[in-house]
């Protein structure tokens, strides 16, 4: 078996046959098989350097969740349009607008061109494609379905970054405008509020309460605002770090998210709905209902659905049906291992999963719009008492000495 050349990219400068001056990128093993692709193509190369992968900027970008969703959706529908998988993994990596995407691309090409199995060439990149991918595509290879899977694939990868994206974007708004809301307080309280205390100081009365209450929060923001920044910073930072090495800590601050108030019935039904939509696609592509539930646990994206969906496979694996080991966990609402113990009985268990994950991404979608437009008005509000607050407290001396006038 032939061992596949490593490809590389290569940056170009030249004329075409019209003498006109171009420039691009090319895939290659070496400068010398590049130049010789450029001269077939009519080119003319006077620089050709390898490509260097900068620090910061646009080459700096990485290959994100929803790079892998769009090739996954491409392949399936080239391969569904006949193209053969060598044909369809070259123009992929032809066209892409990222240069770390060609490059990992090719690399997957070659050694798929090798004699290697896809699904092999696919583990070699863990961070792109994890074992759940690989493990699909490698019951596509064996059944001989390769097309059907990638469409599997493709529209679990697709619903798994639309569920994520909502949820983002129930985090996000609020966050955002508390970010902006903090820094015009700070500003305020840093750079404008002095300025009224050296006014009122020349006036001789005695100042409302409230004023001196935000002029004393404007001096100590002042005399340690900036320790308290670092402070935060530096704890923020050592927060991080924690919550990387401690997996007590991540499983922890799993359990507690999903009893906050609102978001943690987003974050459970979040959960239920990837761990419904996983096991209905690893099950119906033909994975033994073990290692779905292995696959299912990785997926869940929390560590009480991650346990309970181990658990459940321990109880499968000694015999028990998959509604009774779901119920006996406590973490699935009645209708789930209802629906479960229907499709069981029926021998639909995999379609059960997939309109369960329907319902139950179709509820976060409704709980996340209504949140967004629940936290816009309160969001406003608090806005306005925290500013405008501020604002009163220091014009309330001003309007007192206009009423002794």
């Not at 961070?127 to 694939?153: H, K, N, P, W």
């Amino acid at each position: 078996m032939a061992q596949a050349k490593s490809v590389d990219t290569f940056v170009w400068n030249g004329t075409n046959r019209k003498g006109q001056s171009v420039k691009g990128e090319i895939n290659a093993a070496s400068i010398i098989e590049a130049k010789n692709l450029l001269r077939r193509q009519g080119v003319s190369a006077t620089k050709v350097k390898k490509f260097t992968k900068p620090l910061f900027g646009k080459g700096a970008e990485k290959i994100n969740p929803a790079d892998i969703s769009l090739i996954t959706r491409q392949i399936a529908t080239m391969l569904g349009a006949g193209v053969s998988l060598i044909q369809t993994i070259d123009m992929i990596s032809t066209g892409h607008a990222k240069a770390s995407m060609r490059k990992m691309l090719t690399d997957i090409g070659n050694e798929v061109k090798s004699g290697n199995p896809l699904s092999t060439s696919l583990r070699k990149h863990p961070e792109q494609f994890d074992d759940l991918y690989c493990d699909l595509v490698s019951t596509g290879e064996q059944s001989g379905a390769l097309e059907t899977i990638f469409d599997r694939i493709a529209l679990y990868k697709e619903k798994a970054e639309a569920l994520k994206s909502k949820i983002k974007k129930a985090m996000f708004y609020p966050i955002a405008v508390v970010v902006v809301a903090f820094i015009v307080t700070t500003i305020l309280l840093v750079f404008v509020v002095p300025q009224f205390e050296e006014i009122f100081s020349s006036f001789g009365a005695e100042l409302p309460a409230f004023t001196l209450l935000v002029l004393g929060i404007s001096r100590f923001v002042q005399d340690y605002g900036l320790y308290l920044g670092i402070g935060a910073i530096f704890a923020g930072y050592m927060f991080s770090r924690a919550y990387k090495k401690s997996k007590d800590l991540r499983d922890k601050l799993d359990a507690r998210s999903l009893k906050l108030p609102v978001i943690g019935e987003i974050l459970t039904k979040a959960s239920i709905a990837r761990f419904s939509r996983t096991l209905s696609t690893t099950f119906s592509a033909g994975v033994p209902l073990i290692g779905a539930l292995e696959s299912a646990a990785g997926a869940a994206g929390n560590a009480v659905y991650r346990d309970a969906t181990l658990q459940i496979k321990r109880d499968v694996a000694g015999g028990q049906q998959m509604n009774t080991a779901m119920r006996v966990t406590n973490v699935f609402p009645d209708m789930v291992t209802q629906m479960i113990a229907i499709g069981e009985e029926s021998g639909a268990v995999d379609d059960m999963l997939e309109k369960i994950a329907d319902i139950y991404e179709r509820e976060v979608d409704d709980m996340v719009d209504g949140l967004t437009s629940l936290l816009e008005p309160m969001i406003m509000a608090v806005l306005g008492v925290v500013i405008g607050g501020l604002i009163i407290a220091m014009y309330l001396p001003i309007f007192e000495m206009g009423n002794v006038v």
